[in-house]
């Protein structure tokens, strides 16, 4: 074989296979650091998530960003809540709930017209909460220590979420047990959308705006 030829074939074998591995490795790399995928297995984050819903996390939300009250997050069981609640598991010892105290916040329900109130101020939950439900048909009046959050689903009636564990840390979920911020439904097509921003339900409520890790 004429040397050229041979070097030309084996440029052509090079730049082919590199055009199929490096694509491979940086979707590898942006899954394992980056963007996290889980399927919703329950229905306490409806009607914001639905049961079989693909959702699409973004990892850096929490570690290089702070965190956000009406965050959707991912986070590992802070301790044996999913020995109660199993179906809410995303796989792999993970949730899936809304943040809604930061630390310093003082989350508490309810009051006379039965809203949560965070620091002292009413918030109004109805763009995001299950249709008919209360905020919350349990009591509680938590203060947020630092490095940790307070979490919520949005079908309050069937969420096992901080409130049920009020006896175990104020039901508190350490911001270092987050994994990712839920950014879009990607599967099923006809459920794509982006997950959108409630801050407005929170513009009123003071104290601090986002809490790092």
Known sequence: MHPRRFHRRK??????????????????????????????????????????????TFKLDGKWTPLKRGDVIVFKDPGHWLSAAQDDALGGG??????????????????????????????????????????SLIKFDVKVTPGHIFVMGDHRKISADSRYHLNEDDGLVPISDVVGVVKLVWWPIDRWRFIGDPSSVYKNVGGVSGAYE
């Open 11 to 56: 440029g052509s074998w090079i730049g082919w296979t590199l055009s199929i591995v490096i694509p491979i490795i940086a979707i590898l790399l942006l899954r394992i650091f980056v963007f996290g995928i889980y399927v919703v297995p329950s229905g306490s984050m409806q009607n914001t998530l639905l049961i079989g819903d693909h959702i699409l």
């Open 94 to 135: 993970f949730l899936v709930k809304r943040l809604i105290g930061l630390p310093g916040d003082t989350v508490a329900c309810c009051t006379a017209q039965g809203l949560v109130t965070i620091n002292g101020v009413p918030i109004h939950e109805e763009s995001y909460l299950y249709p008919g439900n209360a905020p």
